[in-house]
């Protein structure tokens, strides 16, 4: 053979070889799943009316639940920036030094850049990456921001909340008020005056409807972090829509109707997902996970008259109310759909069950601390014994610490000087009902959420009786109602006879094997913690440094006359100050 038709034969080998490699690698990447997160935001235990309640519904939420899997007992941080850093590190906050608090807008700190994230993972396993909503993870340096944490893309706010309008965090009292929201690394105007939870809302269905039409074999790994239903700003914390705020009109307490619409609007928001994703033909092969990222806060700082009900604690407390998310996880993948799991789950969790869903190992360098238990979900197992670590804070001013082995409990200190710690939420039974409930199981069935996980995965559902499965009541345990007060001594609770910590066992079992091992193991984990990342507020944040935006202050450049403007007001301040002497 010719020279030269021997080289033509030997470049079109290498291009069928080429080839047949991309259509291997095309093949192997369609065969994973997309990956579907819709997280809400201080969304209480029982505010999801597939736990009972019929205040106010979440027709589309529950249509998710009873069509997939209500994850019964699935357990998050007890506040926003510590669960997300177990959500995206698959660790222990107290591993990553994010257990103590939230990150306050003004503080220079964030998740540690040695982490590797949920988004790192996806994306180098060919995933398109995107998050739509809240972050809360640093904003201080660019580098903790989420498009370089393995995000592609990011439509959203950095710090804690903003305004559900104008999208501003105002810090009061420091008298900080700035923008807050960007699409990527620049600053977006164009959403102010829109509804910020039907502006995340579009970004995912937008990004859901661009992924379809390219047809893309790419897999997706979006997360769509509400800040429904939390509240905003100090002054006007509660906020919805007039025509989502008249379906309510039989709630009397304002405060508590705005917090109904609110839900009702993320309510809708889960329901255009799912559309976006049958409309895009991406259902079939999509896992599509709700939960919120802690319990709600009825009392105290952003109190939204969420309800834990029947749970004790809430939001920021070491008991179950703060710590059990209403949760429910769709795939077709699932046998037994249509069921509750009561294996207990932890939101560090997810990366290595939905990675493993997804074919994909993490390098076992990561040190998780999460497990794996996508064969336990997909088949309905409920056997693993689970050890989870909820908090240890050893924060002088309140230390305190909630530890979980099995059906054991301990807590162990408290916060807020005990003012979470009772039985806070309430369960309305008359009056004040939504009337789409005379007709409950209707209602769920005529919804598109439904109808469109139907026509993918068709078969019997038993709405009361899952609904039923998914409640929890609370009588007097079998042991008797016993007191903990646990700023005197640890208590130990049998959280399956007793979810609702009404009989502290500590006593009894005080030095019995079983409180000796759980303690012993506890102080391994305290000896072997992170510190703390936390750092104190910087005065260089002050968005009037930056044209009024909350931005990576740490790595930009304050203009002049902003900083003229920043040292008159201080010299004002202290001149006003001399006048009041």
Same mark, same amino acid.
């Given at each position: 053979?010719?020279?030269? /038709?021997?080289?033509?034969?030997?470049?079109?080998?290498?291009?069928?070889?080429?080839?047949?490699? @991309?259509?291997?690698?095309?093949?192997?990447?369609?065969?994973?799943?997309?990956?579907?997160?819709?997280?809400?935001?201080?969304?209480?235990?029982?505010?999801?009316?597939?736990?009972?309640?019929?205040?106010?519904?979440?027709?589309?939420?529950?249509?998710?639940?009873?069509?997939?899997?209500?994850?019964?007992?699935?357990?998050?941080?007890?506040?926003?920036?510590?669960?997300? =850093?177990?959500?995206?590190?698959?660790?222990?906050?107290?591993?990553?030094?994010?257990?103590?608090?939230?990150?306050?807008?003004?503080?220079?700190?964030?998740?540690?850049?040695?982490?590797?994230?949920?988004?790192?993972?996806?994306?180098?396993?060919?995933?398109?990456?995107?998050?739509?909503?809240?972050?809360?993870?640093?904003?201080?340096?660019?580098?903790?921001?989420?498009?370089?944490?393995?995000?592609?893309?990011?439509?959203?706010?950095?710090?804690?909340?903003?305004?559900?309008?104008?999208?501003?965090?105002?810090?009061?009292?420091?008298?900080?008020?700035?923008?807050?929201?960007?699409?990527? *690394? /620049?600053?977006?105007?164009?959403?102010?005056?829109?509804?910020?939870?039907?502006?995340?809302?579009?970004?995912?269905?937008?990004?859901?409807?661009?992924?379809?039409?390219?047809?893309?074999?790419?897999? *997706?790994? /979006?997360?769509?972090?509400?800040?429904?239903?939390?509240?905003?700003?100090?002054?006007?914390?509660?906020?919805?829509?007039?025509?989502?705020?008249?379906?309510?009109?039989?709630? *009397?307490?304002?405060?508590?109707?705005?917090?109904?619409?609110?839900?009702?609007?993320?309510?809708?928001?889960?329901?255009?997902?799912?559309? =976006?994703?049958?409309?895009?033909?991406?259902?079939?092969?999509?896992?599509?996970?709700?939960?919120?990222?802690?319990?709600?806060?009825?009392?105290?700082?952003?109190?939204?008259?969420?309800?834990?009900y029947p749970l004790r604690g809430q939001k920021n407390s070491p008991w179950e109310g703060g710590l059990r998310s209403s949760a429910a996880i769709w795939s077709t993948e699932f046998e037994r759909l249509g069921s509750v799991w009561k294996q207990q789950i932890y939101i560090?969790?997810?990366?290595?069950?939905?990675?493993?869903?997804?074919?994909?190992?993490?390098?076992?360098?990561?040190?998780?601390?999460?497990?794996?238990?996508?064969?336990?979900?997909?088949?309905?197992?409920?056997?693993?014994?689970?050890?989870?670590?909820?908090?240890?804070?050893?924060?002088?001013?309140?230390?305190?610490?909630?530890?979980?082995?099995?059906?054991?409990?301990?807590?162990?200190?408290?916060?807020?000087?005990?003012?979470?710690?009772?039985?806070?939420?309430?369960?309305?039974?008359?009056?004040?009902?939504?009337?789409?409930?005379?007709?409950?199981?209707?209602?769920?069935?005529?919804?598109?959420?439904?109808? *469109?996980?139907?026509?993918?995965?068709?078969?019997?559902?038993?709405?009361?009786?899952?609904?039923?499965?998914?409640?929890?009541?609370?009588?007097?345990?079998?042991?008797?109602?016993?007191?903990?007060?646990? /700023?005197? =001594?640890?208590?130990? @609770?049998?959280?399956?006879?007793?979810?609702?910590?009404?009989?502290?066992?500590?006593?009894?079992?005080?030095?019995?094997?079983?409180?000796?091992?759980?303690?012993?193991?506890?102080?391994?984990? =305290?000896?072997?913690?992170?510190?703390?990342?936390?750092?104190?507020?910087?005065?260089?944040?002050?968005?009037?440094?930056?044209?009024?935006?909350?931005?990576?202050?740490?790595?930009?450049?304050?203009?002049?006359?902003?900083?003229?403007?920043? @040292?008159?007001?201080?010299?004002?301040?202290?001149?006003?100050?001399?006048?009041?002497?």
């Amino acid at each position: 053979m010719p020279a030269r /038709l021997r080289a033509n034969a030997s470049i079109t080998w290498l291009l069928r070889v080429g080839l047949v490699g @991309f259509m291997t690698l095309s093949s192997g990447a369609s065969d994973k799943p997309n990956i579907i997160i819709i997280m809400a935001d201080d969304l209480g235990f029982d505010d999801v009316s597939f736990r009972g309640s019929n205040n106010f519904l979440t027709p589309n939420i529950d249509a998710l639940a009873y069509s997939g899997v209500i994850l019964n007992n699935l357990y998050t941080a007890p506040m926003c920036t510590p669960s997300r =850093a177990a959500l995206l590190t698959g660790k222990y906050p107290i591993n990553t030094g994010m257990q103590h608090y939230v990150i306050v807008n003004d503080q220079p700190w964030g998740l540690p850049l040695n982490e590797t994230t949920m988004a790192d993972v996806f994306k180098g396993a060919g995933f398109r990456t995107s998050l739509i909503g809240k972050w809360h993870l640093g904003m201080s340096q660019r580098n903790f921001t989420p498009t370089e944490r393995g995000f592609h893309h990011h439509l959203g706010y950095l710090g804690a909340y903003v305004d559900y309008y104008d999208q501003s965090y105002e810090q009061k009292n420091k008298g900080y008020n700035g923008h807050d929201f960007r699409k990527n *690394l /620049l600053p977006t105007h164009d959403q102010v005056g829109h509804y910020v939870t039907d502006v995340l809302t579009d970004a995912a269905v937008q990004e859901i409807d661009d992924h379809g039409s390219r047809n893309s074999t790419q897999p *997706l790994f /979006l997360l769509l972090s509400h800040l429904a239903p939390h509240a905003a700003n100090e002054d006007n914390p509660m906020q919805a829509p007039e025509d989502e705020l008249a379906h309510f009109g039989y709630i *009397l307490n304002e405060t508590h109707r705005y917090y109904a619409a609110m839900v009702s609007r993320l309510d809708k928001s889960v329901g255009r997902v799912i559309e =976006a994703l049958a409309r895009q033909d991406m259902l079939q092969n999509s896992i599509v996970l709700f939960l919120s990222d802690n319990g709600g806060p009825t009392l105290g700082q952003h109190s939204t008259t969420a309800s834990n009900y029947p749970l004790r604690g809430q939001k920021n407390s070491p008991w179950e109310g703060g710590l059990r998310s209403s949760a429910a996880i769709w795939s077709t993948e699932f046998e037994r759909l249509g069921s509750v799991w009561k294996q207990q789950i932890y939101i560090g969790d997810l990366l290595p069950t939905l990675t493993a869903a997804a074919g994909i190992s993490p390098d076992p360098g990561l040190q998780l601390d999460g497990l794996n238990l996508w064969s336990a979900l997909r088949y309905g197992y409920e056997s693993v014994e689970r050890e989870i670590v909820h908090v240890i804070d050893e924060a002088e001013e309140e230390p305190h610490l909630s530890y979980m082995r099995g059906k054991w409990k301990v807590v162990s200190g408290t916060t807020s000087g005990g003012s979470y710690d009772g039985w806070l939420g309430e369960r309305v039974t008359s009056g004040e009902m939504d009337p789409r409930s005379v007709a409950y199981d209707d209602l769920i069935r005529n919804t598109s959420v439904w109808q *469109l996980l139907q026509q993918v995965s068709p078969g019997k559902r038993n709405i009361s009786g899952l609904r039923a499965q998914a409640s929890i009541e609370c009588g007097e345990p079998s042991t008797g109602i016993r007191p903990c007060l646990p /700023l005197l =001594a640890p208590c130990l @609770f049998d959280i399956e006879a007793d979810p609702c910590e009404q009989s502290n066992l500590y006593e009894e079992y005080r030095n019995s094997t079983v409180f000796l091992e759980l303690w012993q193991r506890i102080q391994q984990f =305290a000896r072997n913690a992170h510190p703390p990342n936390n750092k104190p507020a910087d005065p260089k944040c002050d968005p009037r440094l930056y044209r009024d935006e909350w931005t990576w202050w740490q790595d930009e450049k304050a203009s002049a006359a902003a900083v003229m403007n920043h @040292f008159s007001w201080l010299l004002m301040g202290i001149l006003y100050s001399l006048a009041m002497i």
